[in-house]
């Protein structure tokens, strides 16, 4: 899914803190029941801007907020 938004209503800071928050990263391929690596947990950014403000899998596991390894990519969209 690609997200448009308008910065004068939310942020990116904020869409990023609902897309960490509203996801299980740690969950290798699969959704629920649902399993495949289409179903794979992944953050698509379009400009090197755009990367440098997610938060890195690494950063989540040194929070201690999840027990597992976290899997989501973070790879360039198209």
Do not use: C
């Not at 942020?11 to 509203?22: G, I, P, R």
């Not at 029941?33 to 179903?39: F, S, V």
């Not at 890195?56 to 360039?76: A, D, M, R, Y």
């Amino acid at each position: 899914m690609q997200v448009e938004y308008d910065p004068n209503e939310i942020s990116y800071d904020e869409l990023l803190k609902v897309f960490w928050s509203n996801h299980d990263p740690t969950s290798l391929n699969r959704q629920g029941p649902d399993i495949g690596n289409q179903y794979r947990s992944a953050y698509f950014f379009m400009t090197r801007n755009k990367k440098r403000l997610h938060k890195n899998p690494e950063e989540l596991e040194k929070s201690g907020k999840f027990q597992k390894h976290v899997v989501t990519e973070i790879v360039p969209g198209s």
